[in-house]
Each structure stands twice: as C-alpha cells, then as structure tokens.
C-alpha cells in the first residue's frame, strides 16, 4: 500500500475496541459488537481483559510510524467514522487530567459511558441508514494525535494491573449493580497476562527482566517440568 493514499481504516479497529475500554480494568468482555465474550473462563458479560488490552498497545503503536509519514497528508475517511473519532477523542481529552493518579469507581464509570456512548451512537447511525458514502479530510498529524491520547489511557491502565509481585493482572470482573460507578475485582495470575505484557512493547528491558524473575518465583512455574502453567493449581470447593 502506497503511504501517500493511505486511508485511516486502522483507527476504525482502535475505536472499536476503546468503545469497550474500561480503565483499569481492561477491555469489557460484553456482549455487544466487536468485544468477544470468554465464556470458557466463565467471564462474560461482567470481565474485562488486560491481555487484550496489551495487544491494542502494540496496534498503537504500530499506527503512531504508520502514519509519522503523514503528518500534513489529508486522507478520506467517512463522516460517520469521522463523528465516531471526534467523539472518542473529545472523551479521552475531557478526562485526561485523571491519569495523574488511580481512578475512582466513578471516574472510571464516566469515562465508559462517554467512550461506549459514542460507540453506541455510531452503531445505531450505521444499522439504522448505513453509510451515507460522504467523505471528509483527515490530517495523519491530528490521527497521530488520537493514537497518541489513547496511548497514554492504554498505558495508565497497565501500569493500574501490575501486581505487588511483580506479575500483572490477566482478567478483572466489574460490577453494574450500583449506578454511577464500575468497582473492580482482580482475578487470580495467569500466565497469558505476563505474556501479553513482555509483548507489549510497553515494558522496558529491565522491567521485562524483573517480570521474567517474578514468574520465576510464582505458583505457575513448575520446577520439576522447568515450565509454567496457565494458571496456578489452585483449592477450589467440593461439590457439596
């Protein structure tokens, strides 16, 4: 693809996903479009992944030197898309002085419903009229603005799910029983979550070098096969 007539089609997928995004926990496993639903970990519904949200990171990324070369280009993005991306942006910035320290239960709630709202609207305007066919100019600088905002939420995030040992935080249930707020539950270590973020890219060598340690020393590493489970053995209750 040649760059000069590079259409900003990635951040359609970025949307998609910080449609779902809930901070500090990780991305919802909802039932709505385009999220999946872990039903073998019995999470849907009410879990979120940080797997997943790692691997955002690394599409974050990516898009931040896809477009460094187009800075000053305008590229055609549709109107609706165009409305979803103002939308999104203008949530991310509201509440960007929050990533200076933890979130509260309802700081986190207000930033969802003003990212799955804008998500919501977009999927409404699409199924009830479809695509209108118009067009508008997007700059690759603003975009890479955008790319760059939610890099830093992505981010504020992971850092949220290390845990005091030093390994992070795979999965997190939340909770909608109360309104105005999105409390959070840390699940148990699990292997794919230290995975995900040494894959990151957001980890610097020695960071990478102490989680590598602290999976080391955890309940998933298994001395006599010199290998890691999926998740620890753990004691759950009997039947009766």
Request: hydrophobic share 40%; glycine share 8%; charged share 25%.
């Amino acid at each position: 693809v040649r760059l000069n007539r590079l259409s900003p089609n990635p951040a359609v997928a970025i949307l998609a996903k910080l449609g779902n995004f809930i901070p500090e926990a990780g991305l919802w496993l909802n039932t709505q479009r385009p999220e999946w639903n872990d039903a073998n970990n019995a999470l849907v519904g009410f879990g979120a992944s940080v797997v997943t949200l790692n691997y955002l990171r690394r599409y974050l990324a990516f898009c931040l030197d896809l477009f460094a070369p187009l800075a000053d280009t305008e590229l055609p993005v549709a109107v609706e898309v165009d409305r979803w991306l103002t939308a999104t942006a203008r949530a991310l910035a509201r509440h960007r002085t929050r990533l200076a320290g933890p979130l509260t239960d309802a700081d986190r709630r207000q930033v969802l419903d003003a990212l799955g709202g804008a998500a919501s609207r977009y999927r409404e305007t699409i199924y009830r009229r479809g695509f209108s066919g118009q067009r508008t100019g997007r700059r690759g600088g603003p975009l890479r603005d955008f790319f760059r905002l939610a890099l830093a939420w992505v981010d504020h995030s992971l850092r949220a799910n290390q845990r005091p040992d030093g390994l992070y935080h795979a999965y997190n249930l939340v909770r909608f029983d109360r309104p105005g707020v999105v409390p959070i539950r840390r699940l148990y270590e699990m292997l794919e979550g230290q995975v995900a973020a040494l894959s990151s890219g957001g980890l610097d060598p020695a960071e990478s070098v102490r989680l590598l340690h602290a999976l080391r020393r955890s309940a998933m590493y298994r001395a006599d096969q010199h290998s890691y489970l999926l998740y620890p053995n753990r004691r759950l209750p009997g039947y009766l």
